[in-house]
């Protein structure tokens, strides 16, 4: 069993890079992947921790993307490294999540809502990959939501009062910068762009002629039935499978590492597949 979608408080999760580990050993993961939010500062302590647990590290990232869908478009990134012209760009996009930050508190305080961006940087903490699910743990605790998900809902979700854009790679770029770093790319679960099952089709088509590597299908959050469906789009667009639980912690309740919902079993065969995808 591997997990190849988790998140630390370098990004938008709970647990330090890691306790993420070791809960991937306690879970009886072969291999993880920490994929924080574009960034990878996370890997130092992660890899620290894998060697010292004697589990596999891949190291990895999570792009959030621009895209005509209606929903979001995350890329997840494999085998990269801090030293990469990936990286490089993934610092850039960090000062475009800053601003769009400083926007976003902007609009709940035209709104009356009681919050300061130092607040949001107090309960990011060391994260470097400062975002939204920080702000909404604020407004959580300043009882302007009741929940992380209501606090999306109610302010940060697109087309909400608060909601803000910010500078993001194309699904293109995303790809194309990736494999110019050595790395592999898979979609993050798919369904999250809210495209009909034809339009998803070809998008995915799209995005295998571009280049896309995989497709995110064994993930903590879909069913059975939504995870077969997955796994036949990515065989009919000669796509590798990827999975993983998503974990975040206490923002995303419910899910744990390796086993996300309780029924969640990535098979490793499925990181020996991305292998050999690199050779």
């Not at 879970?27 to 939010?37: E, K, N, P, S, V």
């Not at 209606?70 to 030293?83: A, I, K, R, T, W």
């Amino acid at each position: 069993m591997i997990d190849l979608h988790t998140h630390s408080t370098v990004s938008d999760g709970t647990d330090a890079p890691a306790e993420v580990v070791r809960l991937a050993v306690d879970a009886g993961c072969a291999a993880i992947a920490l994929t924080d939010h574009d960034t990878l500062d996370h890997l130092p302590d992660a890899r620290v921790a894998a060697e010292t647990a004697g589990i596999r590290l891949v190291p990895g990232c999570e792009i959030s993307c621009a895209t005509g869908a209606p929903g979001s478009m995350h890329v997840l990134v494999y085998f990269v490294e801090e030293e990469s012209s990936l990286a490089a760009r993934l610092a850039s996009l960090q000062r475009a999540r800053d601003e769009r930050n400083h926007r976003i508190v902007e609009a709940l305080r035209s709104s009356d809502v009681d919050i300061t961006y130092d607040e949001v940087l107090a309960e990011a903490g060391d994260a470097s990959s400062v975002g939204r699910p920080h702000v909404a743990r604020v407004l959580v605790r300043k009882r302007a939501a009741t929940s992380i998900q209501d606090a999306f809902d109610r302010w940060l979700a697109k087309g909400k009062s608060a909601y803000a854009e910010r500078d993001r790679l194309t699904p293109d770029e995303a790809v194309e910068l990736s494999h110019e770093s050595g790395a592999l790319t898979s979609l993050a679960h798919p369904y999250s762009l809210d495209l009909s099952e034809d339009a998803l089709d070809e998008y995915v088509a799209h995005l295998a002629a571009v280049g896309l590597d995989a497709l995110e299908c064994t993930y903590g959050r879909y069913s059975a039935g939504e995870r077969e469906e997955l796994r036949d789009l990515a065989a009919r667009h000669g796509l590798a499978a990827t999975g993983g639980s998503d974990y975040h912690g206490e923002n995303k309740p419910g899910l744990s590492v390796g086993t996300g919902r309780g029924d969640l079993c990535v098979p490793a065969e499925l990181l020996e597949g991305l292998e050999q995808l690199r050779s």
